[in-house]
């Protein structure tokens, strides 16, 4: 199975997703075909990380190494991502130099209502009734989108990609730290009867870090997944029990047998702009990568490059640019045809929206009026940490950065054949409308797609060579951390790694939260000078993974919050 030619063609307007700006890697002609590179694998499990390695040993494919690694993550991070969830993918192809979108995002289905978060009074119920409701899950989009990438762009059997996780879920794995910390915090999923059941040794007590772990009913599913291919998930016994897991009380939801029969990804243009001497290039809504666009654009002008992280005005500079891209991105982006994205990226415009910069943080911005915006309502959308970022680049030069998740800590704390279910519909706003009668954007509706914070990016060259990709896990912070990320390693010339590990700051609204304990106190008490006092930030913390290509080499980084590795491959001669 092979990746998106067709898409690769219409890039030639590459960036245009509502958009009619031709993209700079469009200007450039296709780079000449790269001598054989070193391979990689950047995953947040060494188990995950491994699996993609082997298939890079046997001369797989960037997508091949992909799928054999979320097929591992979904066993040993089970809190992040899996296969009952989705993903945006992010892929270069070396020999065009071309940058494609492939939509793995979960689907509404189509019995789903606007109003199906609401109580009878109208208002919204609470996020943690609806997280563990049947009424959470959305039509799962990553195997699909997998094996579309892998018909396009696969060079191994898809039979011979599952082995290891496979293998690793019937002989068991071994309980990481982090994971058994999120087993015990404070998370509604925690209460569910699968999570329960699953996590639990035979004397009922939880499993702790270094406990082995096994799966048989994963391995049992991986094993029909290799052999049936995608139909695996999306029809017969498994889909029928994903169905029945759904609809099961409390508040049973109304997916059937034909929406996951019909789900299909979707091939979009990707989403590309400047930032300094790299181009950007993004998926389009609904992911909120064109909010990363703007935040990065906003910040070219400030002085932000030539400060540094001991700086407290270069924190302070990141913290109001994320408080006007938020508002924005908040206001306007969803699965939608009226999303602005160029006229929230017109030069003018954030030029305008940048002003707003000043000496000390006042009260948060309002969104702003793009050119080409519709009145819209304020965002209610409440949407939880969670997610995973691997990148794979493969001995060719192609590289796949992907973004995966099931939502919230354990999805929607349902199982099925040996998986979670994601909570996916809870990323949509629980209102349709707001008190002015004005629509949500974000609002639910049949086959509709939950605005994303995921945002795995490719940086390319002027001359469309590839220059590093990064992302980040994280909800609504993921455009923070990886902005952050990216002052560190591009404006600040950090390696990727010590850029990866700069302290973290999401200011969002009237919210300034933050690793408080990793800033300086010169840091604090100058952020605190200029309005901001930063309070402890909330979930799964940041999971940004990423790489630069410095003077030809490759120069990693995954995050120290979690528990990820940069594997290496030399290159063949």
Not at 18 to 36: G, L, R
Not at 374 to 390: I, K, N, R, Y
Request: hydrophobic share 40%; aromatic share 6%.
């Amino acid at each position: 199975m092979r990746l998106i030619p067709r898409l690769l063609t219409a890039l030639a307007a590459v960036g245009l997703s509502a958009c009619a700006t031709t993209a700079p890697q469009s200007e450039a002609p296709p780079p000449a075909v790269a001598a054989k590179q070193d391979a990689f694998v950047i995953a947040a499990n060494p188990l995950a990380a491994q699996a993609g390695l082997e298939v890079l040993k046997r001369k797989g494919s960037a997508v091949d190494a992909a799928i054999a690694v979320q097929a591992m993550l979904s066993l040993v991070e089970p809190q992040s991502s899996g296969i009952g969830g989705g993903a945006f993918m992010t892929y270069y192809d070396a020999r065009s130099g071309k940058v494609s979108i492939l939509d793995g995002r979960e689907v509404a289905p189509a019995q789903a209502t606007s109003t199906m978060f609401l109580r009878s009074d109208g208002t919204p119920m609470p996020f943690e009734e609806a997280v563990l409701s049947g009424r959470a899950t959305g039509v799962p989009g990553v195997v699909r989108m997998l094996a579309v990438a892998h018909e396009e762009r696969g060079k191994l059997p898809w039979n011979s990609l599952f082995a290891d996780a496979e293998r690793t879920a019937r002989d068991g794995f071994i309980v990481s730290p982090r994971l058994a910390r999120l087993l015990r915090g404070d998370f509604p999923e925690n209460k569910a009867p699968d999570v329960i059941a699953y996590f639990s040794k035979p004397d009922g007590t939880l499993v702790q870090a270094g406990y082995r772990l096994r799966n048989a009913a994963y391995a049992d599913f991986l094993r029909r997944l290799a052999d049936q291919g995608p139909s695996a998930l999306y029809a017969g016994s498994t889909a029928a029990r994903i169905v029945a897991r759904t609809r099961a009380a409390p508040l049973g939801g109304s997916m059937t047998l034909a929406d996951l029969a019909a789900y299909r990804p979707v091939k979009r243009e990707a989403l590309c702009r400047p930032y300094r001497v790299y181009v950007m290039c993004v998926p389009p809504p609904p992911s909120s990568g064109v909010g990363l666009i703007q935040l990065m654009k906003l910040l070219e002008h400030t002085d932000i490059a030539q400060r540094g992280p001991n700086d407290p005005q270069a924190w302070y500079l990141f913290a109001e640019a994320s408080r006007i891209m938020y508002a924005d991105r908040d206001r306007y982006v969803g699965d939608v045809p009226t999303v602005p994205v160029a006229g929230l990226l017109d030069p003018a415009y954030v030029a305008s929206r940048a002003q707003l910069i000043g000496p000390k943080a006042g009260p948060p911005p309002s969104a702003g009026s793009p050119p080409g915006s519709q009145m819209a309502a304020a965002d209610s959308t409440l949407e939880p940490t969670g997610t995973s970022h691997f990148i794979v680049g493969d001995a060719d030069g192609n590289v796949v950065s992907m973004t995966t998740t099931v939502e919230s800590i354990f999805g929607s704390g349902r199982m099925v054949d040996g998986f979670f279910l994601n909570n996916q519909m809870t990323d949509f706003a629980f209102r349709p409308v707001d008190d002015q009668g004005r629509p949500a954007v974000n609002a639910v509706a049949p086959g509709k797609r939950p605005r994303s914070s995921m945002t795995p990016t490719i940086l390319l060259t002027p001359d469309n060579r590839f220059a590093g990709a990064i992302g980040s896990a994280g909800g609504n912070a993921i455009l923070a951390y990886v902005a952050k990320s990216l002052v560190a390693a591009i404006d600040w010339s950090l390696p990727m790694q010590h850029a990866i590990a700069q302290p973290n700051l999401v200011a969002r609204g009237s919210n300034f939260q933050g690793e408080v304990t990793r800033f300086s106190p010169e840091i604090l008490a100058g952020l605190k000078a200029r309005g901001i006092e930063l309070k402890p930030g909330q979930g799964e913390d940041s999971g940004v993974h990423g790489v630069m290509i410095r003077n030809g080499r490759i120069d990693g980084g995954f995050d120290p919050r979690r528990e990820g590795r940069v594997l290496t491959l030399p290159a063949q001669p």
